[in-house]
């Protein structure tokens, strides 16, 4: 089954955080073995982001490719996703359903503090 991709548009004035540092995505809890992207075979990472945007806040956990880690990428850093998608998601475990959207970006960017002038 094709998962849907929805683009990500942030606005302008969205500001982004990194709440933790890049964290290797498992891909086989039992192995150990690494998630890798598909196309480049980079290593995947998470990173919990604090997206705010018009007075709301939200929290996306955001794989991005080794590749796309910028260089000094800490919590409390402004970062901002490129590429950014959404892709919902459900599975049933033990009977239960659950879903959610898993959110990848082809790269974060550290926003500097003359960019946000």
């Not at 890798?36 to 945007?53: F, K, N, W, Y």
């Not at 359903?97 to 790269?107: E, F, M, N, P, W």
């Amino acid at each position: 089954m094709a998962m849907t991709r929805i683009r990500v548009a942030l606005l302008p004035s969205a500001v982004c955080i990194a709440g933790t540092e890049p964290v290797l995505k498992i891909k086989d809890q039992q192995t150990g073995e690494v998630a890798t992207d598909r196309e480049t075979g980079a290593s995947l990472h998470t990173v919990i982001v604090m997206l705010m945007e018009d007075g709301r806040a939200e929290v996306l956990k955001i794989t991005v490719p080794e590749t796309g880690l910028a260089a000094g990428l800490k919590p409390g850093a402004m970062v901002r996703p490129v590429e950014l998608f959404a892709t919902p998601w459900a599975r049933i475990f033990n009977g239960q359903l659950s879903d959610g959207v898993a959110y990848r970006a082809a790269r974060l960017e550290l926003v500097t503090a003359e960019a946000t002038q």
